[in-house]
């Protein structure tokens, strides 16, 4: 554009500070120096938008800071090979500095392991474990104490010759490897494919052999795993992260509850945070899932049978709808990830990327 450096750098970098993520992507496309200033890594971290990767096919991004009800803006479709996505079931795993692990699955095929800048739409591929199969596994990211050693963990199937205990092994960012098989000791049914990390470690819910509910957490530095009891009579429908913590959505009778872990050596594992009703959100004829614990305390939840997105504040009872989705059919075990705006790169976090 012609007169695109008319305006000086401090005004370019104030205005595209506060754009909404759609119209900023399209002036990506408009001019290269525009490219460059919005792409800039300096840009990107004072911008820190969070943003919510959406389980939408094609995916979508929900950019919660729209104000009011915009559904124009706030709903982002986002840049991907759609072919790769074909006839595969997308799980959304987990996220860092901006980068999304996504696994895609087909059925009598090796799992695709994906790590994906969503604001840029670069991908790369996580090369295939030397023991593949076409089993469901469980998947986590994370790190332990050391942020450049960011690793994949993947539980495996039942190993018969360990009495029903399952497999694991981990891919280190760092060395860009895969580690051979450990055995995890116990024998635990998995109800989520996805770990929710959260200081150190991963989390799993879980049910143990005589069917009782727990949470299964691994401690990424010690690689040791060890159960976590729910809060008694929860009956449990999400994990996620409030304020830098564990958390979990319980549903009893019409209230949602946010329950937080308390500090290791505090006499209660868990205080609830937060009673809210749902009333408003259902009726008669209509049921909901929660998708997504965003930070805040906020939720992302689906509601049936429209299919509307909507955000719901736990602690002022209020809720905004975002868009009804088009298609999710493809994601297992629906739910969604809350990530941070990043320029970074997935080729630049491991040199042995596809």
């Not at 754009?19 to 001019?31: H, Y």
């Not at 559904?71 to 991907?80: C, R, T, Y």
């Not at 993947?154 to 760092?174: P, Q, T, V």
């Not at 024998?187 to 150190?200: A, D, M």
Request: charged content about 20%.
């Amino acid at each position: 554009m012609a007169d695109e450096c008319i305006l000086p750098e401090e005004i370019l970098h104030y205005i595209f500070l506060r754009m909404p993520t759609k119209p900023l992507l399209q002036l990506k496309c408009l001019s290269k120096h525009w490219n460059c200033v919005i792409s800039n890594p300096s840009f990107m971290k004072a911008r820190s938008r969070r943003m919510i990767l959406a389980p939408a096919l094609p995916l979508h991004a929900i950019d919660i800071s729209v104000q009011g009800n915009d559904m124009n803006h706030s709903m982002i479709k986002l840049h991907f090979p759609y072919a790769m996505l074909e006839d595969k079931e997308v799980t959304i795993v987990g996220s860092f500095n901006g980068i999304v692990f996504l696994v895609l699955e087909k059925a009598y095929r090796p799992h695709e392991l994906i790590l994906y800048n969503p604001f840029t739409g670069a991908f790369k591929t996580v090369p295939r474990p030397p023991y593949s199969d076409y089993t469901n596994h469980m998947y986590g990211f994370g790190y332990g104490t050391i942020l450049d050693d960011l690793k994949i963990i993947r539980i495996m199937r039942y190993d018969s010759a360990n009495s029903g205990s399952r497999l694991y092994e981990i891919f280190s960012l760092k060395s860009g490897s895969w580690s051979s098989p450990s055995v995890l000791i116990g024998k635990y049914h998995f109800l989520k494919y996805s770990g929710t990390f959260v200081n150190g470690y991963l989390y799993w819910v879980a049910a143990r052999d005589d069917h009782w509910p727990i949470i299964v957490a691994l401690d990424i530095k010690k690689m040791v795993f060890s159960e976590i009891l729910i809060p008694s009579g929860c009956n449990w429908n999400c994990l996620g992260r409030f304020n830098g913590r564990l958390s979990m959505i319980c549903i009893r009778s019409n209230d949602f509850e946010l329950w937080v872990t308390n500090d290791h050596d505090s006499g209660n594992l868990w205080s609830k945070k937060c009673l809210s009703k749902y009333t408003s959100l259902s009726d008669h004829d209509k049921s909901f899932n929660v998708l997504c614990v965003l930070d805040d305390g906020k939720l992302l939840v689906v509601q049936y049978p429209s299919k509307q997105l909507i955000v719901y504040d736990m602690f002022k009872e209020s809720y905004k709808e975002v868009n009804t989705l088009i298609s999710f059919g493809q994601l297992t075990n629906l739910q969604s990830i809350e990530y941070q705006e990043s320029s970074i790169s997935p080729a630049d976090m491991c040199s042995t990327l596809i």
